[in-house]
């Protein structure tokens, strides 16, 4: 260490207290730690989580730094090794005695928050200097404070972000936690057990006249088409996309009107919906929108599947649970008998 009266005296004062014990289990030992880039706090490379293997392969801000930091609180940091700095050195007396600031290059960082600095270009006039002593003993260069308070600020956004993420994931698991009242949750009940239920809510009049009208019409314009081109073999044999003949006097229709924004109280807006998306989920969307048209004396349609269901693959026990329902929306007054 260079010849600087004092101030060498100082520092191996400082150095004699030996290492700080390891903030995370507290034993004073000689193994390889991590020292806090803004205290002297210190914790062993096996105290981390995971462990780390080297102790230079990242800075590390201890948790009571990074409180503070995120309380505004302001911190400073070790300079790093070949950082230039100034320090403050007497001069002769003949030049006045007083001290000037002298450019140092930084040579190493030490325990306990010091560091090293060859001081004027000198190999030869190297001393230690604390973050106790910075402004008076030594100092930063303007450019180096800039790129600091830089980086100090992206620190505190990015910590910001930390912060506000970690009280919605905190505000996310209570809501997950918290008990809910679910009025739809004896309906879900019942469709799951039974296979049917019957919805609270319904279409007004004005919709359901609205509805029939559309019905008819198209019937009408349909049926009308068949007559003209000659197609009641082919409407009793297969059908055609828009109108077929499921059994006398059953038909099943194909109406575009009924897809339009008039017409959204049965698709988008429909008051069904809801349990719909309780039974399925948040995600389930109308996949078919028809119409089936029953005159008197038609005959009974037998109970039939509407789509394949999902593979058992030979397990007679699996029952899988519903990925589609059926909506039946009646046109027409139904009672019991």
């Known amino acids: 260490t260079g010849d600087r009266g004092g101030r060498a005296a100082v520092a191996a004062s400082v150095n004699g207290r030996g290492r700080r014990a390891c903030e995370c289990c507290g ?4 193994r390889d730690a991590l020292r806090c880039n803004t205290c002297a706090a210190r914790r062993h490379l096996m105290c981390f989580f995971p462990p780390l293997v080297e102790a230079d392969a990242q800075p590390w801000v201890c948790e009571a730094c990074t409180d503070a930091a995120m309380a505004g609180q302001e911190l400073r940091c070790v300079p790093a090794a070949g950082e230039e700095i100034e320090v403050e050195v007497s001069q002769p007396e003949s030049a006045g005695g007083a001290g000037c600031w002298t450019p140092a290059v930084v040579r190493r960082q030490l325990a306990e928050g010091r560091f090293s600095a060859v001081i004027g270009g000198d190999e030869d006039f190297v001393d230690e200097f604390g973050m106790e002593s910075e402004g008076e003993l030594w100092r930063r260069a303007m450019a180096t404070i800039a790129e600091l308070e830089r980086r100090r600020a992206e620190t505190q956004a990015a910590r910001g972000d930390t912060l506000a993420r970690r009280r919605r994931e905190a505000e996310g698991a209570r809501l997950d936690t918290e008990v809910h009242s679910a009025p739809l949750l004896d309906k879900v009940e019942q469709l799951y057990r039974d296979g049917l239920v019957i919805a609270d809510g319904a279409i007004t009049p004005q919709q359901v006249e609205a509805s029939k009208e559309v019905v008819a019409d198209g019937f009408a314009r349909y049926m009308h088409c068949v007559k003209q081109l000659d197609l009641q073999e082919e409407l009793l044999d297969t059908g055609f996309m828009q ?15 009924l897809q339009t924004d008039d017409f959204a109280f049965l698709t988008r807006d429909a008051p069904w919906m809801p349990l719909v998306r309780a039974a399925l989920g948040a995600d389930a969307e109308l996949t078919h929108l028809g119409c089936m048209l029953s005159f008197p004396g038609s005959a009974t349609q037998p109970w039939h599947s ?3 269901h999902m593979p058992s693959h030979g397990d007679e026990r699996f029952v899988a649970p519903p990925h589609a329902v059926n909506v039946f929306v009646p046109l027409i007054d139904l009672h019991a008998g």
């Open 306 to 308: 509407d789509g394949p």
């Open 27 to 30: 034993e004073l030992d000689q």
């Open 243 to 257: 109108i077929k003949m499921r059994s006398a006097g059953r038909y099943d229709l194909q109406l575009p009107e």
